[in-house]
């Protein structure tokens, strides 16, 4: 027993004397101590012959498997650190001196097994979890009540019996990918794990490394509270359930986040309780169902039935950043709301907010839409693309689901930015309730009505291009207004009209002020301020120059292919007698899909005359009735 003191009293001195490190080895983990802690007058104690006690950490002789010195710069040895380095079947657990007192740690092969306790006497510092290696066995589960960082610095790990990472730990988790490391998380089929990466408290992704993730019992990330995402390029490249589920609010601030394979939704946030609280300042203790996206760039491709790519149980707010999402699975019927359903790429149960950030949405299949929004949309600012190719879902002849680029279902209110929406075979843009478009340009193309709303429609400014193959150009099944703003309107067949108000109601059509162009005509029973006038001809194809009556130019616009030259073109602008000008050139800023710009040049005047026409849709005034 002497001979084993003095062995310890020289280490001792070995430590202090050369600044190193004394590293204890033990069944649960390995342990660091600085010289800093190792002294003559804090030595390490023997005691009884059968324990050692170093820095108020007590080990059992029996536990100890070797005891080295090392070099204390060591990685290793950082204060506040727990490594964790997995190889092959096994894995190593090596804790700093000054916080081994609060992780137990269990190995069973790869498989790590952390308790963490309070960490306050830490200077109230969070404890970091460091892991790498690789491994095809091999897990973390990580328990305790505190906060705590997991970083991974080069880590490929597989667990085939269940999560890769199972954090029940209810506390908020920070999840960082080191600078400069690839890591790549696997879960398996024989398990029955919510997810690859679970974590029942709050999960912070962040790091300026690369997280690849695959869920293959069910999802890829799922967390019990909210999750955020913050410099991180996270790729999800399969799980048989979503992407990334969480409960109380998703916010992606920076980062890439790149989503594919998965077997529902890309992104799917829920309301965590039974009672929303709103978004709150800084999010503090919010349980909305939210789903915020204020930067990076966020990439979702789903194929399942009636996916979604993003889908918020509350609201969602676009503020910034660069998002795709195409969605190309078939709609499908939903038997617990007994209706049928389509895709989305964008889908929020409450409200939707667009006011930054550039959006360019892609749906394939039958039912699918780019945004669907149960409550209201506002869109003030950014560059939304929706393009919607797929036809109507049919499930019976009373459950169907249509195709369309943009669907609210309350009121839908566009004061700014950007909006190209494209559907094949339904409506591009289409609000249950009101529409009213104050700023911004607005295209839409469609086989349908362009742009269609259930109740008043009001155009008071910006640029606003509806373009029909088939129906009206812009179609308000109330009043139609147009009080300012430069609108161009497509309709191709009598009787469908350019600009259409639901008649058949005893509702009209109001032009008091503003620009208009209406390639086929419009809805009879007009009111106007002013004077309307009917070129004398158009040519499918050409670009003409519309001015005003000072001569200052309103836009130039192309006469899109599909319209009908049957019926007329109306000009109109209530600053006085307007003139047009055919076979100008284009020049200027495109907008409207490349069928208008601010600037032109040459081009031939065209011969103006009163338009005193209006086609009649049924209702007063006659003609045949029309089903809306």
Known sequence: MKQVFALLTALVLTIAAEAQTLN?????????FSASQMTENQPATFNGGTTLTVNGNTFYLSDITSMTIGNSSSAAGDSNTVNIVYDGSTAT??????????????????????TQSNTAAVDGDEITYVLSGSSSDGSLTLGGSYKCTVALAGLTLT???GAALNITNSKRIQLSAKKGTENT???????SQKACIYSKGQLQLQGNGTLNVAGNTKHAIKSGDYITVKNMTLNITSAVGDGINCEEYFQMKSGTVTISGVGDDGIQCDLGGDTSTGETTDHDDEDSGNVYLEGGTLTVTVSAAASKGVKADGDMKVSGGTINVTTTGNGAYDSDEKDAKGCAGLKSDGNMTISGGTLTLKSTGTGGKCIKCDGQLTISDGTVNATSTGSQYKYSSSATASAKAIKSDGA??????????????????????????TGGYVYAQASDDAINSSSHMTISGGFVMGNSSGNDGLDANGNLYVKGGTVVAVATSSPEVALDANTEQRYALYITGGNVIAIGGLESGYSLTGTAYQASTYTKGGWYGF???????????KVPSNSNMGTPMVV???????????GVTANGNSYWNGYGSDACSGGSTVS??????????????????RRW
């Open 24 to 32: 204890i080895s033990t069944a649960e983990g390995n342990y660091q």
């Open 93 to 114: 657990v090596t804790k700093a001196d000054n916080i081994a007192n609060y992780v137990t740690a269990t190995v069973s092969g790869a498989h790590v097994t952390i």
């Open 159 to 161: 667990n085939p019996s």
């Open 185 to 191: 998380l696997t879960d398996g089929t024989g398990g």
């Open 412 to 437: 839908m209110t566009i004061s700014g930015g950007t909006v190209n929406a494209s559907s094949s075979s339904h409506e591009a843009i289409e609000s249950k309730s009101t529409l009213d478009i």
């Open 547 to 557: 001015y005003d009556a000072s001569g200052s130019l309103i836009t130039a616009f």
């Open 572 to 582: 109109y602008s209530s600053t006085g007698t307007p003139t047009l000008s055919s």
């Open 608 to 625: 103006l005359s009163t338009y005193t026409g209006g086609n009649s849709q049924g209702g007063p005034g006659g003609g045949p009735g």
